[in-house]
Every structure is written in C-alpha cells, then in structure tokens.
C-alpha cells in the first residue's frame, strides 16, 4: 500500500540512466504523464457480501430488481451479455451499500473507471429514484 501511495503523483521521468523511470512530483498538474491510482477498500471481504439476490431483504430485492432491468436494457442496446454492462454481484452491492455519487460508486466490486464513466449516473439515478419512491 505504501508504493501506491509513493506512486500516485509520479510521472515518466528523463532521466539519463533510465528515462522510463518512474520521479516522485509535488505538482501532479504540471506533469505531462499522470498515473491516476484510485484506491479502493481492501479491508472489505467478498464472503461478507450477499451473494445471490434471494439473500436481500424485500425492499432490497425491489431495487435490485430494477437495477437488473436497467442493466438488462442496457446490454440489449449494446448488443452485448448483460454480465459485461455491470455484474450481479456487483448490482448486490450496490443495493447494499447505496452509493450517491461515482465516487462511491467505483468503490463497489466491480466497478472500474470505465463502467462508472459509462454507465454510472444512469446507476446512481435508478439507485435515487429508488429511495425516493413512496415518499
């Protein structure tokens, strides 16, 4: 974890002996080359997660169920596994731990840059609509 954090603001460097190196920068804005690192919550344990939708509570399972046609929607359009838009396992947690926002988001299991940049705000707002509903 330690070299993470080293690494999180460095950029390629030129030095004469290997110009490939990775520097250590104080400012990462200057730097031609940024290594974004988003951290993620290593401490939380996949055995702890529900595994399957039949372990939510009802009104889990009523979210759930309407991420699931959302992703299902999604995949339709794309032509592509519903599995490669977003995982179950991941739609679980998600209902579990109910992010707001993308950055809470990336911190689900599953759920890489690319997914959140592509699919997380049609998510968050299923997920707000969702608990907004019947007040």
Not at 15 to 25: A, F
Not at 50 to 57: A, F, K, T, V, W
Not at 92 to 104: A, D, L, Q, S, W
Not at 119 to 125: C, D, E, F, K, R
């Amino acid at each position: 974890f330690d070299e993470v954090k080293t690494r999180k603001s460095a950029r390629i460097g030129t030095s004469q002996e290997n110009p490939r190196q990775l520097e250590p920068s104080s400012n990462p804005d200057e730097n031609p080359l940024v290594l974004d690192i988003i951290s993620r919550d290593t401490t939380r344990h996949p055995q702890s997660l529900p595994s399957n939708r039949d372990e939510l509570d009802d009104g889990e399972q009523n979210v759930y169920d309407s991420l699931h046609k959302i992703r299902n929607s999604l995949a339709e359009t794309e032509g592509t596994e519903p599995y490669m838009v977003v995982q179950n396992r991941s739609l679980i947690e998600m209902v579990r731990m109910r992010p707001v926002n993308h950055v809470e988001l990336i911190s689900v299991w599953g759920m890489g840059p690319v997914r959140v940049e592509k699919y997380g705000t049609i998510l968050l707002q299923a997920l707000h609509e969702e608990a907004h509903k019947g007040l």
